[in-house]
């Protein structure tokens, strides 16, 4: 058997706890599959004292975690820490320049940082491996980075905020508002005091802007992604989507066009007999599209101190079971210096069905002016449900469409003119339907 | 860049075309991800004049797939040949024998020699891959192999075998007999003339054995596994399946139980609202629950050429981005010299909710009959549906049962009882209900 692969961890949150915990409880059964003990050699967290419900054995406690990932006491640094800069920047990139490993789950980190770490990672020869990076637990990098060598990607689309999805779920099931749903997912820690990072969809976008790089062999633009969250989505919204076969996710999409490569994260109606829309409560998912095998789907537990651990005890094993001298794949798929700009599609130029929810003045000549309106812009329709919702006045309707494959551009074009035609009572709803199997 | 790695490959049947294609047309991309040329240099078939519309380029022609497996003209033996002996084992065999790397879509082979082949693997430090091998191109494999490193796996389920899954689909869609639903997917190409094979179970079965050693740490033991097909899923099934919540799916099941690990393949009662529920037509699905990360799902393309292909080039490409002197992780996730022995779990142990449908003579009494014979064996009931079936004629009637957890022993007894009894037309359908997220 060869020498024990010595491990530093920075960060020790739920996270880092667990994966403390997993190395201790599964220590024989990692040592039997991979050939060679793991061991925790070094820590660093911010609070020393702190009782953390882990055995941290002998390990050499670090006040500052670059210094631990610079220590000559660890082959592998584990980063934990959290934050797009800062130490935990610091820290991996003084890891990779003194030749060791690393594995990070810190999202916000690679999606500005990525390409330029994955680079030293390349010149030294070592790992960096991030499959807790995106949707927590599920094998989706492992996936994308290896098993679909040789793979097209033509579209990567999900479901990868387990906040978002939580809402939307309870929205669905209890009838419930918004603002309550959000009430109760903080109420059971599955949302934070200040929720935008998580409703608004950047926590989406950066774990999209990753598998974009994956997919599509190009560098790293999380500051191109078209972003919308889930705040202003209602019950009236939730009930047209199920009475016209749909359900609303958040999701990420990522999609090569003609134009360049669609990055876009928004509520999505998604057909209610997909597989992507049973996909519920704080589960992920992940869909990929390639040319060779066709449309896979991941779905899982996509955070949790657990979900997240398991990812990085993965990477870790990887890295246990190859050995010095080894040159593994590239950090991205492709090597770093190859990684093509990103050529980002314009988002007025996005082709794809719509639903569009207006809230109307309920007079003669509204429907017709509607449909003009859809005509001059060459959009047809799917279908139309006039509907006298329960909450709405007697004086007004909702009025909602389904189109045909049409163009991001020919929709605003169209809900301009019915705004301009004076007959909208409020702000209408647009929601872009996916196709998903 | 390091030397071409130089790959032989042994039958050229629609696998191995979509392989040599993939190749082809994928080569500088291939190149670039694994940092190194994969180069055909050797293959073998039967008919070496038949035209495959694939480019063989200067690849060595064998006649004998063993002599091809032997050659040194290669580092990588793909074999595509299928069976679960002859000159499929011969030629893995001797190409392990030779050192060198061998990737395999073969689960007959690896659910009868598996264990051996990976004993031989692992002393000579060569990759046995073998994706291709379960669930086409959907990577459990890689995920149970490599990402799921630290997890305690309590059960595996899936459904494997899209031939079956087609035919159920069929059925619940269209509404017709498994018949019709079976003579159409062999008019379609889903289903073999002698159908056998796919529909009673023994596919999903070697699937599954592979399956069960990666997921506990065990030896294969394909002939343990309980098996019944779904060639006796009638309507009246699907029909009170629907009306339950539920819907049928032929699962291959893995679990660890009290008194041995249970494997069976059998048509399955999954929730209409579970995630399996959705997977329809000749897609695959594998669920994996572990005590880390949680459950995890995957589902895609299960069969055909390119699908498969697909597993066959990541395996591929993963041998070239490792180096010689390289050791990677066990083929079965464990050294071959520790898996267990397998440990069956008694069938009449099993634990789970019965889907128990059964014609009866509609008389007085037969109610209380049969809630007598459930009381006398501690099953307990979720609910009770009286059925005047459309086909029945009027002196008869369905009695459908749907029962709270109870065993297997319980269920035999107490239908047993029931015929005993004397009310029943026919035979009695039982089908297990497994829980699914």
């Given amino acids: 058997m060869s020498e024990a692969l010595r491990i530093g961890i920075a960060g020790l949150g739920t996270v880092g706890a667990s994966v403390v915990r997993c190395m201790t409880e599964k220590e024989a059964e990692l040592t039997r ?51 797009d800069s800062g130490p935990a920047y610091d820290a991996v990139k ?44 599920i094998p989706v990098i492992k996936t994308m980075r290896e098993a679909l060598a040789g793979n097209d990607v033509s579209r990567v689309f999900g479901i990868m905020n387990g906040t978002a999805n939580y809402i939307l779920t309870r929205m669905e099931e209890e009838g419930l508002s918004f603002e309550d749903c959000l009430a109760e ?17 950047h926590d989406t976008a950066h774990k999209l802007s990753i598998l974009t790089s994956l997919a599509f062999g190009c560098q790293i633009s999380a500051d191109d992604i078209y972003m919308e969250g889930i705040s202003n989505i209602s019950q009236a919204d939730i009930r047209a989507a199920s009475e016209l076969g749909y359900r609303i996710k958040l999701l990420g999409v990522a999609q090569r066009t003609d134009s360049g490569i669609e990055q876009r994260v928004h509520p999505t109606m998604v ?72 050529q980002r599609a314009r988002m007025r130029a996005h082709e794809g069905g719509y639903f569009i929810r207006m809230t109307v003045h309920d007079r003669a000549g509204v429907f017709a002016a509607i449909a003009k309106r859809m005509a001059d812009n060459e959009i047809s329709l799917e279908s139309i449900v ?38 909208m009572v409020d702000k209408p709803q647009v929601i872009r339907i996916e196709r998903a199997a």
């Fill in 271 to 342: 057909p209610t007999q997909s597989v992507i829309a049973q996909v519920h409560g704080v589960t992920n998912a992940v869909a990929i599209e390639t040319d060779v095998l066709g449309e896979l789907l991941l779905s899982g537990p996509g955070a949790g101190g657990n979900a997240t651990a398991s990812a990085v005890i993965g990477d870790m094993a990887d890295i246990a079971k190859s050995r010095p001298g080894f040159q593994h794949g590239p950090v991205f798929g492709r090597p770093a210096a190859k990684l093509k700009p990103y």
């Fill in 185 to 201: 997912a903080q109420r059971l820690g599955y949302a934070e005091a200040d929720p935008t990072f998580d409703i608004e969809g």
């Fill in 94 to 137: 003084a890891a990779l320049e003194a030749g060791h490993h690393v594995v990070t789950a810190n999202k916000a980190l690679l999606s500005k940082h990525g390409v330029a770490l994955a680079t030293i990672a390349e010149e030294k020869g070592v790992l960096l491996n991030y499959e807790a990076a995106v949707a927590g637990g």
């Fill in 33 to 83: 599959q991979c050939g060679r003990m793991m061991t925790l050699t070094a820590v660093s967290a911010r609070d020393r004292t702190r009782d953390r419900g882990v055995d941290l054995g002998n390990a050499k406690w670090f006040d500052d975690p670059v210094e631990l990932a610079r220590s000559s006491d660890i082959d592998v640094f584990v980063e934990l820490i959290g934050g």
């Fill in 386 to 423: 006039q509907h006298a919702d329960g909450g709405l006045p007697e004086d007004q309707k909702n009025v909602i469409l389904v189109t045909h494959e049409t163009t991001e551009e020919a929709v605003r074009k169209a809900v301009d003119g019915v705004i301009a035609d004076g007959h």
